[in-house]
């Protein structure tokens, strides 16, 4: 059995859909927070448990007889280590054979606020004495493109990351790659640093899409506080526009750069390109 968390998600409904081209339907377990948004995988014939990270009196139930389980990392950010933390003392209770985790590209080399939380999952996960593979996702290439209503009304994307290279791929890549560590083997105790094969700048980035939407779109590079005010001036949380600034700050250090070519050789093809997912997003 292997069980998916956090399938409602957006990259939980891609592990899953791609499990389902590999395995039995039944051999599959979505455990979720909100078990009535998953009617449909339970139509597909997938078993649908209720999960929810912040509630560990669920989580023995969602894991029993589980071979392996996907942990996908939790959207909730500042309770994100105490949630999983919770999970993997599940796991290790119902004996797991093996924990893959969605953790961040770099680990604990990351400069990344926001990767203090991944890397405590990491260490809670090493003494675990549970067989864990770390999935080191890069950023996804839908962080820019899912949003590009603002930059094509103003001709301008926004941003305090400079020059700074951004080894991006899409959620199917990174599902793509859980669903080979899930159906794989010898997969206990690997790290895999996963990004996109072509790296691209925010000035690259908008050019891209200039060029897809016929119209004149400037990468503006603004100062962290000023990232920060616009951010905030647009409605986004404090705490939240922070991460964001630190993030883009980390990317102008190289924080979300990789040339491995890790996600392309588990995956067994090039990643999504971005130009494709410029492409997909206009069209959507
Ligand atoms: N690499 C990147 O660029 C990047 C960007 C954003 C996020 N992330 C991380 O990657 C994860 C997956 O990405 P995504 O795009 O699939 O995000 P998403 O669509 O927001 O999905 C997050 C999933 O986490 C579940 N979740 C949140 N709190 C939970 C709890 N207390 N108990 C159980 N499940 C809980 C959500 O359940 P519901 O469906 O019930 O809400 C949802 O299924 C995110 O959660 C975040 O940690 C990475």
Known sequence: MIVVTGATGKLGRLVVEGLLQKVPAATVIAAVRSPEKAAA?????????????ARPETLATAL???????????????QRAAQHAAVVEAARRAGVGLLAYTSVLH???????LAAEHVATETALRASGLAW????????????????GPALQHGALVGCAGNGRI?????ADYAAAAVAVL?????????????GDQPFTMAELAAEVSRQAGKPIAYRDLTPEQYRDVLTSAGVPGPF?????????????????DASGTLRRLIGRPTTTLADAVKAALKG
């Open 41 to 53: 995988l339970a139509a597909r014939g997938v078993q649908v448990r209720h999960a929810d990270y």
């Open 64 to 78: 029993a007889g589980a071979e392996k389980v996907l942990l996908v990392s939790s959207s909730e950010v500042g």
């Open 167 to 171: 080894a991006a791929a899409a959620r």
């Open 183 to 195: 159906t794989g083997t010898g997969q206990a105790g690997r790290i895999h640093e996963l990004a």
């Open 133 to 148: 593979t770390f999935l080191r996702n890069g950023w996804y290439l839908e962080n820019y493109t899912e949003n590009l």
């Open 241 to 257: 526009a922070d991460l964001l600034v630190d993030s883009d700050v980390g990317i102008t250090k190289g924080e979300l750069d």
């Open 107 to 113: 680990g604990e080399h990351s400069r990344l606020a």
